[in-house]
């Protein structure tokens, strides 16, 4: 039977239940018609399958799994085959323990160094994210197993997550936010993927039919199917019907509910929900369902986490050549991440490690160690007594090597960062180890920039990131010049937060967040004002050096000669970066298109290509609404980083002359901070895609934090009680994502996540009460819940007798 003549045998009640979750990570099946039920886990950095009671933040434990690098360390590889092995690792873990569908990679652009996601996440640059994430998804696909890029799309702030409208004007909109996409799907061929929660200029995401439809569908080719983010389907009839397929997690009989009434109620044709499951059937149809699970190969699968932390780590500074160490060189191990690692982020990407190295043991078969030290708290207090022992310890040694970074509340999903800073007691200890006569080599481990006016202190710095479990072994094979390393920085380390265009705004704390920076996001922006950065895009040194020479450029690219003129074979990530000719669209002074990491011997030299492509020239003509290439002369710059670009070319292009976008000086110059809220307002098109925001009281849309004004006492009680706990658990450093999940929720989430329990006439009632009008609302609350009882239970029943479970 081909899908048409599945779809043509299915009842109404099994089409709508096909749609829509069967538990928190499942979806219904039919078994009689060989229809699968799916299994999905997130997610990005490692298989996070629960084995009791699921919920999608983490906070039930998982089966043990292997731990990789987060997307943000992942990228500093810039390496797509890394990532490739990555997800072929994963793959195989979920084929292990059926299951279906991944819930990654995680892609979203890294807009803001505080965004709480960034960890996840692979970069500033749409290129560079789109490749990882092909990359990845090639691997996981490779075994079986599909793969959802997410949160499509323009999903950068943590705070409201689920209530917030990103407003953002069509060029960046199209040049970044969904470019990374648009390669993911174009070069990776992912069989589902996921739409965020927000809204995209006054529409949800998962609601938006020219982004699901027209741009996906139509343009890019996706063949696969749409799920919304867990809780993100406001409306899961207008999703069904723009281009969305699976309402996630299970709402018991709420969302086959909905969907059927409509279908019913002439709101949704029957046509469409049978494109939509025909188009859902034939991915899930595809997915293997094994019935004998394997055990997972986690030797194997240590030994790719430990490769893919070597090839993302990034040497930031190695004064007097202090790296590598030498086999006798007498080395004092200090900080609290030696012995208890920072390796990964919190929430639902947060993996069950099956075997996590820590540096302090790992460091002792191969170093030459004379002790240990703690040096700080994690969680920030004050502790002189540390700092004094860690000094005595460092005396005693040649090289001090000091574990800093951020402790495991500070990055997670659900809370955007306060700050960029390094904690004090950390800060205070490199000062104090600075007066010593030992050198100080130090290890950052976070998965999103830090401030690093500290640097002046130390000798050497090296970026590990978020490592995955197996960091300390790639470490050890790093400090001692076993491996030479060869990662960049995927996201640019500004000197202060300060420097971060309209930093001042984020996150956003009202419904609208304003994308006023436009396409000037990281080294765009840094690099067209000139502003200096502590380590700019595309930067890490090696222990050898590489020669740029000799470049010519023709149709196919950019070809210039690569030297290893070191001591040490290495591998270079050679970048190119392209000046558009246009003055009348505004540009950045040069954006990133292409990449190759080249490995080479010392002496040895490569001829080397970078080929133009598709994205190379383009641009996206808000006039005409379409691309279009401007046509002229482009100059091409080929080097090490954004901010070192020894060969220069200049190639021409035919094509169109777009009309000048006059009307924006400050987005013509760069210079956007000082762009007046008329300019903005006419870049955002603010009175059309800003959301107007109720002034008469709470609507399904406010979050559950928002009732701190409610007119209902209790309702703000609540609401308050809720704030009292997130600032307790702030002031100990830590945090809680199932408080803070609550707290950012608007209420129409409370029916997508009770489990059928609470349906949306209910929640419609619930806001009647926070309005003050308790007898009321609670009528309707209590009548809701008897009829949604009835009804839910009638379903249940005639899909049971269907074969649908
Ligand atoms: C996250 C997704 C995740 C889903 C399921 C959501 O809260 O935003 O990234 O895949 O939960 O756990």
């Given amino acids: 039977m081909n899908i048409k003549q599945i779809v043509s045998q299915l009842t109404l009640e099994q089409k709508a239940a096909l749609l829509s979750g069967a538990t928190t990570f499942d979806t219904f099946g039919i078994r009689k018609l060989g229809i699968p039920s799916l299994a999905m886990s997130d997610g990005p950095s490692g298989l996070r399958k629960q084995e009791g009671a699921a919920d999608n933040l983490g906070l039930n434990g998982s089966i043990p799994a292997t731990c990789f690098p987060s997307g943000s360390t992942l990228a500093n590889s810039w390496d797509p085959a890394v990532s490739t092995a990555v ?20 892609m979203n652009i890294q807009k803001n160094p505080l965004s709480g996601r960034n960890f996840e996440y692979y970069s500033e640059d749409p290129l560079l994210a789109g490749r990882m994430a092909a990359g990845y998804i090639r691997g996981v696909q490779a075994t079986g197993t599909v793969a959802t890029p997410k949160h499509f799309a323009v999903n950068n702030q943590e705070l409201r997550r689920m209530a917030s409208n990103s407003v953002v004007d069509q060029r960046a909109l199209h040049e970044l936010y969904l470019t990374a996409f648009e390669i993911a799907v174009k070069e990776g061929h992912p069989k589902a993927l996921m739409s965020s929660y927000n809204m995209i200029n006054g529409t949800y995401a998962n609601e938006n039919r020219a982004l699901l439809q027209e741009t996906l569908r ?84 240590h030994e790719t986490a430990r490769k893919a932390a070597a090839a993302s780590m990034v040497l930031l500074k190695n004064d007097q050549a202090i790296l590598p160490l030498g086999a006798k060189t ?91 800073a390094l904690p004090d007691n950390q800060v205070a200890l490199l000062e104090a180890l600075a007066n010593l006569k030992t050198s100080v080599v130090a290890v950052l481990s976070a998965g999103a920039p830090v401030t690093t006016a500290w640097a002046k202190d130390v000798d050497g710095l090296i970026y590990q990131g978020l490592t995955g479990e197996a960091g300390a072994s790639a470490l050890c094979d790093v400090l001692l010049g076993k491996l030479n390393p060869s990662g960049k920085l995927a996201e640019t380390l500004p000197i202060s937060y300060q420097d971060v265009p309209f930093g001042q705004d984020f996150p956003c704390q009202d419904a609208n967040a304003l994308y006023r920076e436009s396409l000037y996001v990281g080294y765009r922006y840094y690099d067209t004002v000139s502003k200096p950065v502590a380590f700019p895009f595309g930067f890490g040194l090696s222990y050898t050096q590489f020669e740029y020479s000799a ?89 090490g980083s954004s901010r070192k670009l020894p060969l220069q070319g200049g190639f021409k292009v035919s094509g169109t002359v777009p009309d000048p976008q006059t009307d924006l000086p400050h987005y013509m110059s760069g210079q956007v901070t000082e762009a007046s809220e008329a300019e903005v307002s006419r870049l955002l098109n603010l009175d059309e895609n800003a959301v107007k925001t109720a002034t008469d009281g709470l609507t399904i849309n406010s979050t559950i934090g928002e009732m701190s004004h409610a007119k209902n006492v209790i309702a703000r009680l609540v609401a308050r009680t809720l704030r009292r706990k997130l600032d307790r658990l702030a002031a100990k450093g830590e945090s809680s994502l199932n408080v803070l999940f609550i707290y950012n929720m608007p209420f129409r989430g409370i029916a997508k996540m009770t489990n059928g329990a609470i349906d949306q006439r209910m929640v419609d009632g619930l806001v009647v009460a926070v309005n003050g009008h308790a007898f009321r609302g609670l009528h309707r609350v209590i009548s809701g819940y008897f009829a949604n009882r009835r009804r839910s239970k009638a379903l249940a029943r005639k899909l049971g007798e269907q074969d649908c479970e």
């Fill in 551 to 639: 470049m010519s450029i023709d149709d196919a690219g950019a070809h210039f000669t690569l030297r290893n003129i070191g001591a040490k074979t290495g591998a270079e990530v050679a970048q190119l970066y392209v000046k558009s000719p246009d003055q009348n669209l505004y540009h950045p002074v040069h954006e990133l298109k292409g990449f190759t990491k080249v490995t080479l011997a010392p002496g040895e030299q490569q001829l080397v290509t970078i080929p133009f492509d598709a994205y190379t020239f383009r641009a996206w003509d808000p006039h005409k609404e379409q691309w279009c290439q401007p046509a002229g002369e482009y100059q091409c710059f080929v080097g």
């Fill in 87 to 106: 997800g072929q690792a994963l793959g195989e873990e979920s084929q292990a323990n059926e299951v279906q569908v991944i819930l990654g990679p995680a």
């Fill in 218 to 301: 139509d343009s890019w080719g996706f063949d696969g199917f749409v799920v919304s983010d867990w809780g993100g389907d406001n409306d899961h009839v207008a999703g069904v019907k723009a281009g969305s397929h699976m309402a996630m997690p299970g709402s018991g009989m709420v969302a086959p509910q909905e969907l059927i009434d409509a279908v019913k109620a002439g709101k949704l044709d029957e046509s469409v929900l049978n494109q939509r499951v025909g188009e859902f059937l034939a991915v899930a149809m595809a997915a293997k369902e094994k019935s004998t699970p394997e055990k997972p190969n986690f030797a194997a699968h």
């Fill in 330 to 420: 007498r080395v004092a191990i200090i900080g609290d991440f030696a012995q208890k690692p920072r390796y990964q982020g919190a929430g639902s990407s947060a993996v069950n490690a099956v075997h996590v190295e820590n540096f302090v043991d790992t460091a002792a078969k191969v170093l030459n160690v004379v002790g240990y030290e703690k040096g700080f708290d994690r969680n920030g207090k004050a502790d002189e007594h540390l700092i004094q022992e860690a000094k005595a310890l460092a005396t005693e040694s040649d090289v001090a090597v000091v574990f800093i970074g951020l402790n495991e509340a500070q990055e997670s999903e659900g809370k955007d960062r306060d700050s960029m």
